[in-house]
Nanobody, 125 residues
Framework: QVQLVESGGGLVQAGDSLRLSCAAS????????MGWFRQAPGKEREFVAA????????YYTDSVKGRFTISRDIAKNTAYLQMNSLKPEDTAVYYC??????????????????WGQGTQVTVSS
């Protein structure tokens, strides 16, 4: 049974940083693409960042480029999202996701197979 468990969310002020973690179990972590999505109240879930199985290719939505960094620690079966210079518009529930395959094939949530329960990030102005 695949499990993705996010942690690290919280309430911060604009300009602060947070690091989200996603602990994975029940899958061969090193051979999966991993991603982060977010969903703000009243909005659809949107792609934030992803990386391929090798970690060598990373992808970001334009609004977070230069501020967010996705990474992974194979030994710990954990993916991370380092978020710097946070803005109020980054406020959302952040979800970790994984694919069955090794590469990022879609920026749509439909293209991802496994999901965590989400962690709330709130950025005050």
């Amino acid at each position: 049974q695949v499990q993705l468990v996010e942690s690290g969310g919280g309430l911060v002020q604009a300009g602060d940083s947070l690091r989200l973690s996603c602990a994975a179990s029940g899958l061969t972590f090193s051979s999966k693409a991993m991603g982060w999505f977010r969903q703000a109240p009243g909005k659809e879930r949107e792609f934030v960042a992803a990386l391929n199985w090798s970690g060598g290719n990373t992808y970001y939505t334009d609004s977070v480029k230069g501020r967010f960094t996705i990474s992974r620690d194979i030994a710990k079966n954990t993916a991370y999202l380092q978020m710097n210079s946070l803005k109020p518009e980054d406020t959302a529930v952040y979800y970790c996701a994984a694919t069955r395959g090794p590469r990022v094939a879609s920026y749509s949530s439909d293209g991802w197979n496994y999901w965590g329960q989400g962690t709330q990030v709130t950025v005050s102005s």
